[in-house]
């Protein structure tokens, strides 16, 4: 367990200046990186009524856990859906609103003496929130179409339903299309990966900068392996389901 004399003493930047990860870790406690940053952590923690050793235990525990390891290829296909569906709403409800509330709480004026910084920061304010209106819109459209034809593509293996519908749903809904278009998705962090210089980290920068960068990175590589779990794992598996019922639709209707 973190003691006090260990970390406690140290004001919230200094400790989230050691490891970058951990202010999200913090604001999802309430801790402010702007307004808390030069106030020590333990009386950060005594105005909200935290006892130190607890969060500081719970934030070492929560890093020592990391991503956990699981055999996709390994699970059905309705878990992987909602594992996918877990990190969209982990994508909507944490990571994306951390990440505006750092470019929003960027001071350009005073918070950074460098030209380029304040234009990059400018840029990001302009940027990045039609990125997160466009990322959470193509979120619910694929929860909304892929997500619910694949349910229903595994509910006719169990629940014998209207054959004729679900062949008109087939006919609308091609998942080699789908699957087609997705492998050759646009790179949706291009433009803010050039712009930051590929998050490349300057001493000279703000803690505030620093730790968007860092967040913005880490969020980059979080879509990717996302990415590569749909196109490699749910869609091939969804792929062969959609054979299966097509085939077994097929089989039913010549025996009729």
Same mark, same amino acid.
């Given at each position: 367990?973190a003691?006090?004399?260990?970390?406690a +003493?140290?004001?919230?930047?200094?400790?989230? /200046?050691?490891?970058?990860?951990?202010a999200?870790?913090?604001?999802?406690?309430? $801790?402010?990186?702007? /307004?808390?940053?030069?106030? !020590?952590?333990?009386?950060?923690?005594?105005?909200?009524?935290?006892? !130190?050793?607890?969060?500081?235990?719970?934030? &070492?525990? #929560?890093?020592k856990?990391?991503? !956990?390891y699981f055999?996709a290829?390994?699970?059905?296909?309705r %878990?992987?859906?909602?594992?996918?569906?877990?990190?969209?709403?982990l994508?909507? *409800?944490?990571r994306?609103p951390?990440?505006?509330?750092?470019i929003?709480?960027?001071?350009?004026?005073?918070?950074?003496?460098? /030209?380029? &910084?304040?234009?990059?920061?400018?840029?990001?304010?302009? $940027?990045? !929130?039609?990125?997160?209106?466009?990322?959470?819109?193509? $979120?619910?459209?694929e929860?909304?179409?892929l997500?619910?034809?694949?349910?229903?593509?595994?509910?006719?293996?169990? $629940?014998?339903?209207? +054959?004729?519908?679900?062949?008109?749903?087939?006919?609308?809904?091609?998942?080699?299309?789908?699957?087609?278009?997705? #492998?050759?998705?646009e790179?949706?962090?291009?433009?803010i990966?050039?712009?930051?210089?590929?998050?490349?980290l300057? +001493?000279?920068?703000?803690l +505030?900068?620093?730790?968007?960068?860092?967040?913005?990175? *880490?969020?980059?590589?979080?879509l /990717?392996?996302?990415?590569?779990? &749909?196109?490699?794992?749910? %869609?091939?598996?969804?792929? *062969?389901?959609?054979?299966?019922?097509?085939?077994?639709?097929?089989?039913?209707?010549?025996?009729?």
């Amino acid at each position: 367990m973190a003691s006090t004399q260990t970390y406690a +003493p140290t004001t919230v930047g200094a400790y989230v /200046a050691q490891d970058l990860g951990r202010a999200l870790a913090l604001h999802g406690y309430g $801790i402010s990186l702007f /307004a808390d940053a030069q106030t !020590p952590l333990d009386a950060v923690c005594q105005r909200m009524g935290i006892v !130190p050793t607890h969060l500081l235990a719970l934030l &070492e525990k #929560q890093a020592k856990m990391g991503t !956990p390891y699981f055999a996709a290829h390994e699970m059905p296909l309705r %878990l992987v859906v909602e594992y996918l569906r877990h990190a969209h709403h982990l994508f909507i *409800r944490e990571r994306i609103p951390f990440l505006l509330y750092l470019i929003g709480g960027l001071d350009v004026q005073t918070g950074h003496t460098d /030209a380029t &910084e304040q234009g990059v920061v400018q840029d990001l304010r302009l $940027i990045f !929130p039609l990125f997160a209106e466009e990322f959470i819109a193509h $979120i619910h459209e694929e929860e909304d179409t892929l997500f619910i034809y694949i349910h229903e593509l595994l509910r006719a293996l169990k $629940i014998p339903g209207n +054959p004729g519908q679900l062949w008109l749903k087939m006919a609308k809904r091609n998942l080699g299309d789908f699957a087609a278009e997705h #492998q050759v998705h646009e790179d949706e962090m291009a433009g803010i990966r050039a712009l930051t210089n590929n998050y490349a980290l300057v +001493p000279s920068m703000s803690l +505030p900068l620093q730790v968007l960068y860092f967040e913005l990175g *880490r969020f980059e590589k979080d879509l /990717a392996t996302h990415a590569h779990l &749909e196109n490699t794992i749910l %869609l091939p598996k969804a792929l *062969r389901l959609e054979g299966y019922v097509r085939g077994t639709i097929t089989t039913l209707a010549l025996k009729n």
